[in-house]
T-cell receptor, first 114, second 112 residues
Framework: EAQVTQNPRYLITVTGKKLTVTCSQNMNHEYMSWYRQDPGLGLRQIYYSMNVEVTDKGDVPEGYKVSRKEKRNFPLILESPSPNQTSLYFCASRGSGRSQETQYFGPGTRLLVL | EDQVTQSPEALRLQEGESSSLNCSYT??????LFWYRQDPGKGPEFLFTLYSAGEEKEKERLKATLTKKESFLHITAPKPEDSATYLCAVQAYAGNNRKLIWGLGTSLAVNP
């Protein structure tokens, strides 16, 4: 089954404690991205990756890091989480070419930073 | 500035009561317009992609249409299971990212 998986699904942490949210896709997609979703602000892109070892900032990259060492995986790293990073996070992937513009989303990771 | 606006913010329908959701957009060169459905606490689920004005797509009780300035998601004879937030996003010809610009969604509730 084609899918995007994220782990963990729920996470409660404290300010300053480094954490990583993993993302994996099994569709051999080149493009992957991370979003956060907040009430009244909608989906905002954090980082994206066009391919292995190619990453770039989205609209709200401050406080986040990413890496893309393998095509299927795109982890999101919060080096020193702060309460304003409490949010619902989604990983997404899509293929290349017009027929593959559709983005497929993971189930989400709900993060609470105390 | 590229922008997507969805209306209404919220809509409550009785089962069987047809209606339409609106997505108006301003982008410098439309590459595609996407409709997604999102259930609470879950990831957006893809519904449709529209590429050019005049294009229409259907899936069960849903039909999406596109003009040069807006898209409509028509819901015919909705059922309670159609209750969800419906998100619209556009993709513009802009650099390598080709990122999606998202609307805030329409929250639809269908009462039995």
């Amino acid at each position: 089954e084609a899918q995007v998986t994220q782990n963990p699904r729920y996470l409660i942490t404290v300010t300053g404690k480094k954490l990583t949210v993993t993302c994996s896709q099994n569709m051999n997609h080149e493009y992957m991205s991370w979003y956060r979703q907040d009430p009244g602000l909608g989906l905002r892109q954090i980082y994206y990756s066009m391919n292995v070892e190619v990453t770039d900032k989205g609209d709200v990259p401050e406080g986040y890091k990413v890496s893309r060492k393998e095509k299927r995986n795109f982890p999101l790293i919060l080096e020193s989480p702060s309460p304003n990073q409490t949010s619902l996070y989604f990983c997404a992937s899509r293929g290349s070419g017009r027929s593959q513009e559709t983005q497929y989303f993971g189930p989400g990771t709900r993060l609470l930073v105390l | 500035e590229d922008q997507v606006t969805q209306s209404p913010e919220a809509l409550r329908l009785q089962e069987g009561e047809s209606s339409s959701l609106n997505c108006s957009y301003t982008v410098s060169g439309l590459r595609g317009l996407f409709w997604y459905r999102q259930d609470p606490g879950k990831g957006p689920e893809f519904l449709f992609t529209l590429y050019s004005a005049g294009e229409e797509k259907e899936k069960e009780r849903l039909k999406a249409t596109l003009t040069k300035k807006e898209s409509f998601l028509h819901i015919t004879a909705p059922k309670p299971e159609d209750s969800a937030t419906y998100l619209c996003a556009v993709q513009a010809y802009a650099g390598n990212n080709r990122k999606l610009i998202w609307g805030l969604g329409t929250s639809l509730a269908v009462n039995p």
